[in-house]
């Protein structure tokens, strides 16, 4: 017995749940929608039935109190709704709905037994109207089991005594005494509490399992920046390396320039006649070497700074052609002699978005396409196209391809084994597609094994606003 007890107890008083604060803010805002429905539904549902009950029984002599019964369950109505306008936090909206729905009850039972008293079998109403009761709370509310429970009995309680009390007290002349309506109500009332059991079980279940989706998504997300910073790692790596190649030419043949320069300027002033002329002219040449490596490390800095920041979220019009030109610039040593490199860019109006990221998108797909390039006779072209109002940029290599299987998870980030080691696997181009539909764009991958592959990088033309509601979209 005791086992049954806790049991019986655990079933009707699951609300130990509601001690978190997440899910007890949800039953209240819950309760708040639902009391908003009671409201609505006892205002309504009275003149509903009152035209029904015009058609079904016209007489004139039971309609005064039919209409009493709608106004009166109008007005319950009409105060729930002003109870429940304003919105309170902590207010019991809950155990408004239950004196509400306990208030129509008491009004339609009242309403029925004074009919049955002028001749009409309105008592046989009464189970159907405390049924339309209990739904409408438990399918509205996220009541507790032992709250439609004690609604349940409260009105059966009512319609028990009621009318022998009316009766005794000289306000009814006679009731029906048939105890088949007492017993269906108590019926409706433990099946309307089962039903209420199970809807909280299942608003509980739903809350626990959304908690878990976002404990999940928020481990995933953890995952992904710790993969994305060893991808990260990797392209930095081959960033330094595109750097140091670009600056050593340079910068070796401004350290020359400036030691010959020295040199001649020490000489000039011993040397007279045409030796002095010559050297005058090779002067100029040095300058202008040095002029160039200057301009030529300008421009290394200049692409570096396009380049790198990629959280950077400055939006601006840029030239993808040029952003073409910074990308193959500064991976240029990886190409190998066994690689043939053609570019054919079109002219192509500035387009608002945002380089920096536009840039690592561009550098990760000539990267995979140089990987995939291991053949004697390695091809990369490299085009740029307007198309409609969009612009479409597409890196086409002759290497390995993709199987079927490869290219239907293309963009799934993942694990791959490599030199018996665990290596990250498709997380550039997962990343790079979350760039590119920020920006309201797609990319589109056609491959066949053996035969090369084509990537495809679509982009609309946008306003600023368009992009960063894209950008609020995806975060």
């Known amino acids: 017995m005791p086992e049954l007890y806790q049991r019986v107890l655990a079933y009707l008083l699951p609300g130990k749940a509601e001690e978190e604060d997440g899910f007890r803010l949800r039953i209240e805002k819950l309760s708040r929608q639902g009391l908003q429905v009671v409201a609505i539904v006892e205002m309504f549902a009275p003149l509903f039935m009152l035209a029904a009950q015009y058609f079904v029984t016209p007489e004139i002599s039971t309609w005064e109190p039919r209409i009493w019964q709608s106004v009166a369950v109008m007005c319950v109505g009409a105060l729930t709704h002003l109870v429940v306008r304003p919105q309170r936090r902590g207010f019991p909206y809950r155990l408004a709905g239950w004196l509400s729905g ?20 309105a008592d046989h109403y009464i189970s159907g109207q405390v049924t339309s009761v209990l739904l409408v709370g438990v399918g509205a509310l996220p009541l507790l089991p032992w709250h439609t429970l004690s609604l349940g009995l409260a009105m059966w309680a009512y319609y028990v005594v009621a009318g022998p009390l009316a009766v005794r007290w000289g306000f009814l002349t006679v009731i029906d005494r048939d105890g088949t309506h007492s017993i269906f109500i108590l019926m409706i009332t433990f099946l309307s509490t089962a039903l209420s059991a199970l809807l909280y079980s299942e608003r509980l279940a739903n809350y626990r399992a959304h908690q878990e989706a976002l404990a999940s998504s928020e481990s995933l997300c953890r995952a992904q920046s710790h993969l994305l910073l060893s991808e990260n790692a990797a392209s930095l790596g081959r960033l330094a390396a595109a750097i140091s190649h670009e600056l050593n030419n340079p910068v070796g043949a401004l350290r020359s320039a400036v030691d010959t320069l020295l040199l001649l300027g020490a000489r000039q002033a011993t040397t007279q006649g045409e030796d002095q002329q010559r050297l005058v002219l090779l002067q100029a040449d040095l300058r202008r070497s040095i002029y160039d490596s200057a301009a030529r490390l300008q421009q290394t800095v200049g692409r570096l700074q396009r380049f790198t920041n990629l959280d950077n979220a400055d939006i601006r019009p840029a030239d993808i052609n040029a952003l073409v030109n910074d990308v193959v610039a500064l991976q240029e040593h990886e190409i190998r002699s066994s690689i043939q490199l053609e570019l054919d860019l079109q002219p192509i109006p500035p387009l ?97 094994e053996g035969r090369g592959t084509t990537v495809s990088v679509r982009l609309p033309r946008l306003t600023e606003a368009e992009l960063e509601r894209g950008a609020g979209a995806r975060s």
């Open 102 to 121: 306990f208030a129509t009850g008491i009004v339609l039972i009242t309403s029925s037994l004074l009919l049955f008293d002028l001749g009409v079998t």
């Open 352 to 448: 608002l978005c945002r380089p920096q990221q536009l840039s690592a998108v561009l550098s990760s797909i000539l990267h995979n396409a140089m990987q995939a390039t291991v053949n004697g006779d390695g091809r990369i072209r490299v085009s740029t196209r307007e198309a409609d109002l969009h612009v479409e940029v597409c890196v086409r290599d002759n290497g390995r391809g993709l199987s079927p299987g490869e290219l239907a998870t293309v963009f799934d980030p993942g694990f791959k084994i490599t030199g018996g080691r665990v290596s990250t696997g498709n997380w550039s181009l997962f990343s790079a597609r979350q760039i590119v539909r920020e920006h309201r764009g797609d990319i589109l991958i056609e491959s066949e």
